[in-house]
């Protein structure tokens, strides 16, 4: 099983930039995916973006061009950088992992909150 830390969102105006992380912890040499989903206010759980172990990366219609997923090198650590940022970009976007096994493991969110 993998720990998922996030940190680093906030409060910004639209067309602001915000760079969150996830911190992993635990059985990272078993993770084959992380990612980065959000869930506005009375929505459902939806995609961001997602990375593979081999680098492959997958962005949400709605944000390819101003949003880039990246790790570290050791996996230890997600980033998600946003640029020009809309007020529907407004969520707490959660950090995730696939595991080898096919388990999955979510952290506890951190919100963003984009201001017009």
């Known amino acids: 099983q993998v720990q998922l830390v996030e940190s680093g969102g906030g409060l910004v105006q639209a067309g602001g930039s915000l760079s969150l992380s996830c911190a992993a912890s635990?059985?990272?040499?078993?993770?084959?995916?992380l990612g980065w989903y959000r869930q506005g206010p009375g929505k459902q759980r939806d995609l961001v973006a997602t990375?593979?172990?081999?680098?492959?990366?997958n962005y949400a219609d709605s944000v390819k061009g101003r949003f880039t997923i990246s790790r570290s090198n050791a996996g230890k650590t997600l980033y998600l950088q946003m640029n020009s940022l809309k007020p529907e970009d407004t969520a707490v976007y959660l950090c995730?992992?696939?595991?080898?096994?096919?388990?999955?493991?979510w952290g506890q969110g951190t919100q963003v909150t984009v201001s017009s």
């Open positions: 990375i593979t172990s081999d680098g492959l990366t």
């Open positions: 995730y992992a696939r595991m080898s096994t096919g388990f999955d493991s």
């Open positions: 635990g059985r990272v040499f078993s993770v084959n995916m």
